[in-house]
């Protein structure tokens, strides 16, 4: 069984301290990517780093028929993030099951097409800039069938990645500009600002969701009414 990671450890980008380890040369849309999952589940196996988005969530909830809140508390960690000091939300591991994710069954995902972004892109990783450039790179691994002569931009479309890339740049460049601006106040701030500051940005980015209307319009209008709110908390007036 892995060891427990923890909250700490885990912030937006993942599990902190092992960005060396990855090769991160951009792979152009054009360029050959010919991997082929087979099956084995391997990286579905002691993962304890699986952050979701806001949309990842939704798209839980959909499939689940939950509510966020619900979902969350039946599959998922929710705390504030050491460096980003936003809330985060990852994926909680069974560790009845060795750590491994709480949808994998019998070496299946049970939320295949729900799947959180981390899962569909891999062996892939993203990196999105924020002027919202996208990157594409190829973690390590080992696993796959036979390659075909696919190219990246053929991959990504079969996984459903690119229909959604521009929710996913909006979600990061949102966060990022709400961590700066968190943490730039958070020295002068009281606990308790900062706290309920912290709370208002967790409902309107992870729990204000009807998972029967479309995600994005109801993102747009959460941060409509979370702004004068966070202005207030931040002291940006």
Known sequence: MSREI?????DLCGELGHEAEDDFTPIGLEEPFGFVCQGCADCCKGRQDIVLSGYDLYRLCRRLSLPPELAINGFCRLYMGSLSLLPVVRLRPRKDSGNNCPFLYKNRCSVHEARPLVCALYPLGQTIEQDGRVWYFCQDQECGGPRNSASLKEFLEQAGILAREGQDVEWARLNLSLSRRV???APRLQRIRLKLAQRKICHALYLDYDPARDYLPQLRE???????ALARLLEEN
Do not use: C, W, Y
């Open 183 to 185: 943490r730039e106040a």
């Open 222 to 228: 959460n941060l409509a009414r979370l702004e004068p």
């Open 6 to 10: 923890p909250d700490s450890q885990v």
